[in-house]
C-alpha cells in the first residue's frame, strides 16, 4: 500500500519508479502483480484521439473605449465564437466552421495556429452601452495577447468502438470515411494504452487529478458528458492552458465531408498504490472487446456486426460475411506512446506531480436519448397508385393523368413490391409500342419503411438521386409513396445547411 | 531511369498501334499506372523504363505524332511533419500503397500508387497533396 503523498515525496526525489503501459503489462507479466506492485510507482496512460467536443475560453483584455461582445457577434479568422459571454470573453468549439472556408477551416484550426504563434483575426460587432460605447473592432492578435487561453474539453477518453458500413455507398462520418460492403472498418481509442482502459473503475482517476493535455499540465475537473461508466464508457471532463500546449498534441483536423474537429493528446499518470490497481494496469487488447456497429443505419440503435478486441482490430485485417475489410485506427497509436514516453520522463525528472483527487467520479451512471418525436416516414407518405405487372400501359397512364401522379408503383396481387414505372417511363413505353407494364417498369427499387425517420430517408434519395420511394410496412407490404421534395420541405432550412457545407468542400 | 507521363491521346490517333510501335522502337518499358478515356481523349499514366537517352527518344516520337505528353515529378506529395500516423487513410487506399508499420506508424509504398486521391481527400489533416 502506498499513497499519493508518499509517492510526490519520490518524485521530488528522483526516486520514482515510473513505467508507460506498455512495459507495466510486461512487467505483471513476466514478473507477477506483486512484485510489480511493489515496484512499480507510476504508470503513465496516453491517448491522441479526435475530441469534437473540445474548444477554448479565450479572454482579450478591453479595448480602449471598451466593447462589450456579448450580445453581438464574435469571429476568429472568420470562425463565428459564442457571444453570449461578459465583455471580452469568448469561447470557440473546435467543430464551428468558417464562413468563408466552410469545414476545411473550423475552430480547431483557429486554436491550432494560436498554439503555433500564429495572428488571427478578431472581429465583432456589439450594439454599443454608455459604458461600452465601441460597436465594431477587427484586430489581429496572437496568443500572446490574450489574458487567458483555457482549453476545455467536455468529454475526453472515451472513445472504444468501431464502425463499418454495409450500404454500396461511401459514408462520411465522425470517425472517416467509411466505403461501401464492409470495405473498411474504422476504431476508436487505442485499447491497451488509453487511460480508461488502464483504470476502468476510477479507481485513482478523479476530480483534481493533475493530467498531461497537448503538452501542457491540464486536470480532470469532473466527469464528461455522456459518462456511461456502466457500459465501460465512462468520459472525463479535462481542462488545460492552451498558452502552454504543444500543436505536436493538438491538431487540427477536418472529416471530409463531416466537419471539422481536432485531435488532441492526452496523458493520464495512474499512481499504483495497491496489487488491485497494479493488476488493472495490466489489461491486454486480446481482454477488451468493443462492437462494430453497421453506420448505414443512420438511427441511434445502429446495428452490431461484431464485437471483436483490439488485438483482432489492430491486425489490420477482420472478416465480416465473407469479405475481408481493412481496419484502420483514426486514434494514433504512435503519439500515444510518444505521450506516456513524455509523461514518464516528466515524473522521472521530477517535473510532474501527482494531483489528488478530491472527488471520485460516478461508476452508476448510464446515458440517456434527447427527449423529441422521431419523425417517421410513415406519417408522412402519400397514398400510391398500384398497378400489376400485367396492366396495360394505357389504362395506368390515364389513370396517372387523371390524378395528375409521377410515379406509379407495381406490386403482385398481395402488394409485395414488383417495380416502380415513372411518366416518363410510360411515354417512352408508349413511344415504343409497348403495352404491357411489365416491359417498361423499373425493377431493384430502394424503398422505405413506415418506422425510419424521415432524414434518414432523404439522406438516402439524395445519395441515390432519386427523387421518390415506396415505402413498406413491417411486412414488406406497399402501404405508400414518399418523394423528395415533400420531405425537404418538411425538413426546411436544416437540410439546405447541410447541403451548401458539402457544395463548399466540392469547389475547393 | 524511370520517368513518370501522363500521354494524352487525341481522339484521332489510335494509341495502341502508336503506343506499342514506340516501345518496340526504342526498346523502353512502359508501365501502365492508370488509363481514363472519355468522348475527346484517352489518357494513360504511366512510368518509361529506359536509360535517359531513351526516355528522351519515347518521348520525342510519341509528340512528333501529335500524343501530349505531360512529365510528372511527383505527383503525389506527402508531409510527414503534417501526419499524425492515425492510420485513416491506410483502409482508404485501394492498393498497398498505403501500409501501417508494426509500430503503427504510416509507411508509404507509392510504387503502388494508383493515383485515386482517396488519401489526398480524406487525410484529417491533409498530409497529402495531388499535383497534377
Ligand atoms: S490519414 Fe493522414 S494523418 Fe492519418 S496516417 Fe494517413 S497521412 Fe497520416
Ligand atoms: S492516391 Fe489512392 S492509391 Fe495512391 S496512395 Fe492515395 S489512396 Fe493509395
Known amino acids: ?508 | 531511369m524511370s520517368k513518370r507521363v501522363i500521354l494524352q491521346f487525341p481522339m484521332n490517333l489510335s494509341k495502341d498501334p502508336l503506343l506499342s510501335e514506340t516501345i518496340l522502337k526504342t526498346g523502353a518499358t512502359f508501365n501502365i499506372i492508370k488509363t481514363e478515356i472519355n468522348s475527346t481523349k484517352a489518357e494513360i499514366l504511366g512510368d518509361v523504363i529506359a536509360s535517359d537517352e531513351k526516355i528522351e527518344e519515347f518521348i520525342r516520337i510519341l509528340k512528333r505524332r501529335g500524343v501530349i505528353i505531360k512529365m510528372i515529378d511527383s505527383v503525389l506529395l506527402f508531409s510527414r511533419n503534417a501526419c499524425v500516423d492515425c492510420g485513416l487513410c491506410v483502409s482508404l487506399c485501394p492498393t498497398q500503397a498505403l501500409l501501417l508499420n508494426k509500430d503503427f506508424t504510416l509507411k508509404l509504398e507509392l510504387d503502388n500508387c494508383i493515383l485515386c486521391q482517396k488519401c489526398v481527400v480524406n487525410c484529417p489533416v491533409r498530409a497529402f497533396k495531388y499535383q497534377a
Open chain 1, 1 to 508: 500500500m502506498k499513497t499519493i503523498p508518499e509517492i510526490n515525496e519520490k518524485i521530488k526525489k528522483g526516486e520514482a519508479v515510473v513505467l508507460t503501459a506498455e512495459k507495466m503489462k510486461e512487467l505483471v507479466a513476466n514478473d507477477g502483480v506483486e512484485k510489480a506492485a511493489k515496484e512499480v510507482d507510476v504508470v503513465t496512460t496516453g491517448i491522441f484521439n479526435l475530441a469534437c467536443s473540445s474548444g477554448a475560453f479565450l479572454n482579450f483584455g478591453h479595448s480602449d473605449p471598451p466593447i462589450k461582445f456579448g450580445g453581438g457577434e464574435v469571429s476568429l479568422n472568420d470562425v463565428p465564437c459564442y457571444a453570449g459571454l461578459d465583455a471580452v470573453d469568448t469561447y470557440i468549439g473546435v467543430t464551428q466552421v468558417s464562413r468563408s472556408l466552410g469545414m476545411e477551416y473550423g475552430g480547431g484550426h483557429v486554436l491550432q495556429d494560436l498554439v503555433d504563434k500564429k495572428a488571427v483575426t478578431l472581429e465583432a460587432h456589439a450594439y454599443g452601452t454608455d459604458s461600452h460605447p465601441k460597436t465594431h473592432i477587427k484586430t489581429d492578435i496572437t496568443l500572446q495577447d490574450l489574458n487567458q487561453a483555457i482549453m476545455v474539453c467536455p468529454r475526453s477518453g472515451h472513445q472504444r468502438y468501431a464502425c463499418t458500413n454495409s450500404s454500396d455507398a461511401t459514408l462520411y462520418t465522425h470517425l472517416g470515411a467509411l466505403l461501401p460492403n464492409y470495405e473498411n472498418i474504422i476504431y476508436s481509442g487505442n485499447g491497451e494504452l488509453s487511460p480508461l482502459a488502464n483504470d476502468p473503475d476510477f479507481d485513482t482517476i478523479g476530480i483534481g487529478t493533475r493530467i498531461f493535455l497537448a503538452g501542457a499540465q491540464g486536470y480532470i475537473i469532473g466527469e464528461g458528458t455522456f459518462h456511461d461508466p456502466k457500459d465501460g464508457m465512462g468520459s472525463l471532463m479535462v481542462k488545460g492552458d492552451l498558452k502552454k500546449m504543444n500543436s505536436k498534441y493538438l491538431r487540427a483536423a477536418t472529416l471530409t465531408n463531416y466537419g471539422s474537429s481536432i485531435f488532441l493528446g492526452i496523458g493520464i499518470p495512474i499512481p499504483i498504490l495497491n496489487e488491485q490497481i497494479a493488476k488493472k494496469t495490466a489489461i491486454r487488447d486480446e481482454k477488451i472487446t468493443i462492437p462494430i456497429y453497421d453506420f448505414s443505419v443512420s438511427s441511434r440503435s445502429r446495428p452490431i456486426v461484431k464485437e471483436i478486441s483490439y488485438a483482432e482490430l489492430k491486425k489490420g485485417k477482420v472478416a465480416i460475411d465473407g469479405t475481408t475489410s481493412k481496419c484502420s485506427p483514426i486514434s494514433s497509436i504512435p503519439l500515444a506512446r510518444e505521450i506516456m514516453g513524455e509523461l514518464k520522463s516528466l515524473i522521472e525528472k521530477g517535473e510532474f506531480l501527482l494531483g489528488e483527487p478530491i472527488e471520485r467520479l460516478s461508476t452508476e451512471k448510464s446515458v440517456r436519448t434527447m427527449k423529441h418525436e422521431i419523425i417517421r416516414v410513415g406519417k408522412h407518405m402519400e397514398k400510391p397508385l398500384l398497378c400489376e405487372a400485367t396492366d396495360s400501359l394505357k389504362v395506368i397512364a390515364k389513370e396517372m393523368i387523371s390524378k395528375s401522379l409521377n410515379n406509379a408503383i407495381v406490386v403482385d396481387n398481395e402488394d409485395n413490391l414488383i417495380g416502380m414505372i415513372s411518366s416518363l417511363d410510360l411515354t417512352k413505353g408508349l413511344l415504343n409500342d409497348k403495352s404491357k407494364i411489365s416491359e417498361v417498369m423499373r425493377t431493384n427499387i430502394l424503398t422505405a419503411t413506415t418506422t425510419e425517420a424521415v432524414e434518414t430517408i432523404a439522406r438516402r434519395m439524395t445519395h441515390h438521386q432519386i427523387s421518390t420511394m415506396p415505402v413498406l410496412d413491417e411486412q414488406n407490404k406497399v402501404v405508400g409513396i414518399v418523394s423528395l421534395e415533400n420531405l425537404s420541405k418538411l425538413l426546411g432550412r436544416h437540410k439546405g445547411l447541410g447541403i451548401s457545407l458539402q457544395a463548399k468542400f466540392e469547389r475547393r
